[in-house]
């Protein structure tokens, strides 16, 4: 049987593990050998760990869940997410789901621009050094394309030459000198850091000063992606309130979130717990992608939302996220990292920008999940729910015994470790 080629999957969830893999399996044509990865049979073993990493002694596993519901730029999307916090991918899902009824998400992105930057010091005239930089533009990156490698051969490279002068500082007068570079495909980090190190030697001949760090910047704001979206405010209401006093609510939030640094870090943490699972599950950095993202939320001197939400002339809600995400699809952890290969194949991942843009999509929706939660019935209800199967397992629940354990403790409101091992051992005697 095929599956419909719809990311609308209704009771996902519901399904058995072996069938949940047998949709995606259908959904991304996978391998019976492709399927064994996403069921831990087979992957990542502790050999190939040992290439990656040094001092390796094993594997640290996590779960791989799939977001359902996404329909991006017209295009539906499943979205693989590498996370061990419950909640969140049950949370994606029903936003995504909430965004399709108003269209899906709309995105862009940037051309794959990165910057190396080039530390000048010991300069007998800073402004002099930075007109030479300027002056020898098209000669310096056309050595830095001397080392570009395959990167310069699919159509990336040097793209420009920036100075920034920094007269005084603890160190005396500071030249830095930015390489802008497109990676194409790959993130580019060892792209960008090779030509950056590369150029060292003829930038100290043109400057007259001496060169100290040669390195990239994570700040990627050359590099961004953004997605944007409407739910219409009928898909909003709740028992207790109408669509338009959610909308409402989830417009308040947004502005706390923009005018207080306290709340928007708390804010655009909600927004990476979207991110962060997807850029792991397809091997790239989210350390980068991290740094990059809070750096750009301060960029104008203080800390603020990576999102914009607000009401547009119908009553309905809408929402932007920009910010900057370099990935990529090739080199590193994407191609020797086999679950990593899955998960770009179960997106149907074609280029960098398109997964950028995708995850961008991915974060607003979490973004919108958690607002909502907060505007309504607040963040705890629905997480302490996943909570409780956390807790059951925990407590020693295995099987069927672990609904029976959860069940209770959410209709005694009472989710503790404590309670969920008494049950355990209650209900366990019951069940023999």
Do not use: C
């Amino acid at each position: 049987m095929t599956t419909q080629h719809t990311s609308r999957i209704p009771g996902f969830y519901k399904l058995p593990l072996a069938e949940r893999v047998s949709r995606i399996a259908d959904w991304a044509g996978l391998t019976a050998g492709e399927q064994q990865v996403l069921l831990g049979s087979s992957g990542l073993g502790a050999e190939q760990a040992g290439h990656m990493i040094e001092n390796a002694i094993g594997i640290y596993a996590l779960p791989l869940g799939i977001a359902t519901n996404f329909l991006v730029n017209d295009q539906d999307y499943l979205i693989p997410m590498v996370i061990e916090e419950p909640s969140v991918v049950a949370a994606v899902s029903n936003a995504a789901r909430l965004f399709r009824e108003g269209g899906g998400f709309t995105t862009s992105s940037d051309e794959p621009v990165m910057i190396g930057q080039i530390q000048v010091l010991d300069l007998p005239d800073i402004q002099a050094a930075a007109e030479a930089v300027l002056a020898n533009r098209d000669a310096l990156m056309a050595e830095a394309d001397r080392v570009g490698g395959s990167i310069v051969k699919h159509g990336g490279g040097a793209r420009g030459i920036e100075v920034r002068p920094f007269p005084e500082t603890p160190a005396g007068p500071m030249l830095i000198i930015h390489l802008l570079y497109d990676t194409r495909d790959a993130m580019g980090a060892n792209a960008i850091n090779t030509a950056a190190e590369h150029l060292a030697t003829q930038i100290e001949a043109i400057t007259g000063g001496r060169v100290n760090l040669r390195i990239l910047s994570n700040l990627t704001d050359r590099r961004k992606a953004r997605a944007e979206g409407m739910i219409p405010a009928v898909e909003l209401e709740t028992d207790s309130l109408a669509g338009e006093q959610v909308v409402k609510s989830i417009v308040e939030a947004g502005v706390f979130a923009a005018i207080d640094p306290y709340r928007a870090a708390t804010h655009n943490k909600g927004i990476m717990n979207g991110i962060d699972p997807v850029v792991i599950a397809t091997g790239n950095d989210w350390r980068a992608i991290e740094a990059g993202a809070h750096a750009y939320a301060a960029r104008d001197g203080q800390y603020t939302s990576l999102t914009q939400w607000w009401q547009d002339d119908d009553g309905n809600l809408r929402g932007l996220i920009e910010l900057p995400l370099a990935v990529g699809i090739v080199g590193g952890a994407t191609r020797v990292h086999p679950t990593a290969g899955l998960a770009l194949k179960i997106m149907k991942i074609q280029s960098a920008r398109q997964l950028a843009e995708v995850i961008a999509a991915v974060g607003l929706a979490q973004n919108l999940a958690a607002m909502r939660a907060l505007a309504t019935v607040g963040i705890q209800q629905g997480h302490m729910r996943m909570h409780a199967k956390q807790l059951a397992v925990a407590a020693g629940a295995t099987g069927d015994l672990v609904a029976r354990v959860v069940q209770t403790m959410i209709e005694e409101g009472n989710i503790r470790l404590e309670r969920a091992k008494a049950l355990v051992h209650g209900l366990a005697g019951t069940s023999d």
